[in-house]
């Protein structure tokens, strides 16, 4: 038997991979020039084995039905994190300079931590899965665990990886890293501000509890 999604790749083109630099223009950052082009070639990987032909496909969503944006990309959310993380990074590292971080693995690790979202959040998966969970669960895997996959397949460092499994669930399980845990933050911040700011539709964002009390947006 045949793993669905590796029957279902498309081919890796240039195309492709403009699309990923134009949706993420912060991978011009990372200044290990081996480590942004393997960022590229996870986010070409994990797009070529699903539904989405860019980024900014994927829905806006924190998880399938979860943290929706009223308006906005992935991408949005995957810069915004980027962004926080690198602040949170340099905060650190001009006011305590005994602290070491690698910054250029903050960065690709923002950009990189949702990497699994176009398998999890595929309809044709999720209409799989749907059909009968007793066969491969629903999800088979969250996006947590295949991008943490996708990173491993393309040759990505495993401290890349490590963000892509512990920003999410996974992470009080495992001992995390000093950028893992910045990205999480990160993560975890940018979701329940864009909550408290009233980003995210109301009906979306229950499971972040009673003392979140959304303000209301002005209208784009
Ligand atoms: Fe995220």
């Known amino acids: 038997m045949q793993l669905n999604y590796l029957r279902r790749q498309r081919p890796v ?13 912060e991978l011009a950052d990372i200044r290990d020039v081996d480590l942004r082009t393997k960022c590229v070639e996870a986010w070409a990987y994990s797009l070529s084995h699903s539904s989405f032909l860019r980024i900014r496909d994927l829905p806006p969503e924190g998880n399938p039905g979860q943290s929706v944006l009223i308006r906005g990309t992935q991408s949005d959310h995957l810069r915004g994190v980027t962004h926080l993380a690198v602040k949170i990074a340099d905060e650190f590292i ?16 923002g950009l990189c931590h949702d990497v699994g979202k176009p398998y999890e959040f595929d309809p044709e998966n999720r209409a799989r899965w749907g059909r009968d969970p007793s066969v491969s669960g629903l999800p088979s895997l969250r996006h947590s665990v295949f991008g943490a996959h996708v990173c491993l397949a393309v040759g990505l460092p495993e401290e890349i990886a490590h963000i892509a499994l512990g920003h999410s669930m996974e992470g009080p399980f495992i001992g995390i890293s000093a950028e893992c845990m910045i990205v999480r933050q990160a993560d975890h911040l940018w979701w329940t501000v864009a909550g408290a700011l009233g980003l995210l539709k109301s009906e979306t964002i229950g499971h972040m509890g009673t003392m979140l009390q959304p303000r209301k947006a002005r209208s784009a």
């Not at 001009?94 to 690709?108: G, H, K, L, Q």
């Open 13 to 25: 083109t240039d195309d492709l991979r403009r699309s990923i630099q134009e949706d993420l223009p």
């Open 94 to 109: 001009e006011t305590r300079p005994e602290v070491i971080i690698n910054r250029d693995v903050v960065i690709a690790g």
